[in-house]
């Protein structure tokens, strides 16, 4: 028994030095492995978006810097907002870089979870005067640094069917369309006009929203306190006036008819901005290429518009900021997009410089993007604040509505509905009594 078990021991103890041997080969192996996953997700970064649209831009990022892989996360719809700020929040699963729409930036521009761009080493302030003053108002937080920057300038104008100009107008020419459309009586009058010449099937303006949509950015509080534009009494009386000059096609906004009479020719004029040419026109009437115009309206305005940010617990900042500075600052990848893409950059040198030569076949040869160089120097400047967007879209909308059909009467039960509707939502603000 114990001659046996003398034997044994050496046995035992070869059999657990080969299988030590090889528990370490496979550490070694595994280490090997984890550390070949971590140096190769060194240089890589995720971006997060609401759209497809920065598909382009990464994969001219990746040619420029072959050795860095972008990870794109696209997240269509009304659960991009919420995913990204429990993200955000948690730190699970957060992006390097990621966008934000115009509609949201100043909910989220002084939360910590964005990174301050004034420090060094980005030195975002020193970038920004080759922005529009438009664009720079939306880029920084209470404290006045840079948290967003900006890569898309929406610049608004009214597009109109070039046909139809010629039919009621006499011309097609934009600068002679915008100087008979410069104010808002102008175009009602041509708009009870064709209605009437047409037998009710032709109309100036699509909906009511082409009103309110021409005024987009003006907030609705300052310092705290609740207040409410003169432009915005002025836009009851025009909405009202509007509808009873039968100057309304009275198509719901992004309904299957209003996308319709695009192809169809049944409107004249579509306020709308810069994206609107890639992402309305070209979208719902594609078989109407050369029977578009740009030409100014009664107002400058912009609509939409779509920032970049950095998270701020980010352990790949330096290859976030190389992606956010090509999007916004790398001329010639800028000047590929905008031709490429008909893509409106936030850049005024980029567009300065492509303002002579650049045309759109689909409006007809017209020179877009210098027109829109002009446009945008007719934008007003608005800080926006975080409450703006709900106010706006969720409750004078929704009073314009109820105005425009006589279920409130008077402008003053008017203010008030929105005065009590915002109370409600927002009991915060002064200025509500």
Request: aromatic content about 12%; some cysteine.
């Amino acid at each position: 028994m114990n001659l046996f078990s003398r034997h044994r021991k050496p046995q035992v103890k070869r059999h657990h030095l080969a299988l030590l041997v090889l528990l370490c080969s496979a550490v070694l192996l595994s280490g090997c492995q984890l550390q070949a996953l971590a140096e190769s997700n060194d240089n890589e970064i995720t971006v997060w978006s609401f759209t497809d649209e920065a598909g382009y831009a990464i994969e001219k990022f990746e040619e420029k810097y072959p050795d860095i892989k972008v990870n794109f996360v696209n997240i269509p719809g009304n659960f991009y907002i919420t995913k990204l700020k429990s993200a955000l929040q948690t730190s699970s699963k957060a992006p390097d870089v990621f966008m934000i729409e115009n509609a949201n930036i100043r909910e989220l521009i002084d939360v910590p979870y964005l990174q301050n761009l004034s420090e060094a080493p980005y030195d975002a302030d020193t970038l920004l005067p080759e922005q529009y003053p438009f664009v720079q108002a939306n880029e920084k937080d209470s404290e006045g640094n840079v948290r967003a920057i900006g890569y898309q300038a929406t610049p608004g104008a009214i597009y109109y069917r070039r046909d139809l100009a010629k039919e009621y107008l006499g011309t097609d020419d934009p600068e002679e369309v915008s100087k008979q459309i410069d104010t808002w009586d102008k175009i009602f009058e041509i708009g009870e006009r064709v209605q009437q010449e047409s037998g009710n099937q032709v109309h100036a303006l699509a909906n009511w929203n082409a009103i309110s949509n021409s005024y987009d950015g003006i907030p609705w509080v300052q310092d705290g306190k609740f207040v409410m534009d003169d432009t915005y009494l002025e836009i009851l009386d025009l909405v009202r006036e509007a509808r009873e000059r039968k100057v309304l096609a009275e198509y719901e906004e992004g309904s299957a008819g209003s996308a319709a009479s695009m192809q169809k020719g049944t409107v004249m004029f579509y306020p709308a901005a810069t994206w609107g040419l890639q992402y309305t026109f070209k979208a719902n009437a594609p078989d109407t290429s050369g029977l578009w115009g740009l030409a100014k309206g009664p107002t400058g305005f912009s609509s939409g518009g779509t920032y970049i940010a950095m998270y701020s617990n980010s352990d790949k900042k330096d290859l976030a900021w190389k992606f956010i500075e090509f999007y916004n600052f790398d001329h010639e990848f800028l000047s590929q997009l905008a031709q490429e893409q008909d893509y409106f950059t936030s850049n005024m040198i980029v567009n300065d410089q492509l303002a002579e030569t650049v045309t759109s076949d689909y409006l007809g040869g017209q020179k877009h993007f210098e027109f829109f160089s002009e446009a945008a120097k007719d934008v007003p400047v608005y800080k926006r604040t975080k409450y703006d967007t709900v106010i706006n879209s969720d409750i004078f909308k929704n009073v314009l509505q109820l105005y425009l059909n006589n279920d409130i009467q008077t402008k003053e039960e008017a203010v008030e509905r929105i005065k009590r509707d915002v109370k409600l939502r927002f009991p915060e603000l002064e200025g509500l009594e």
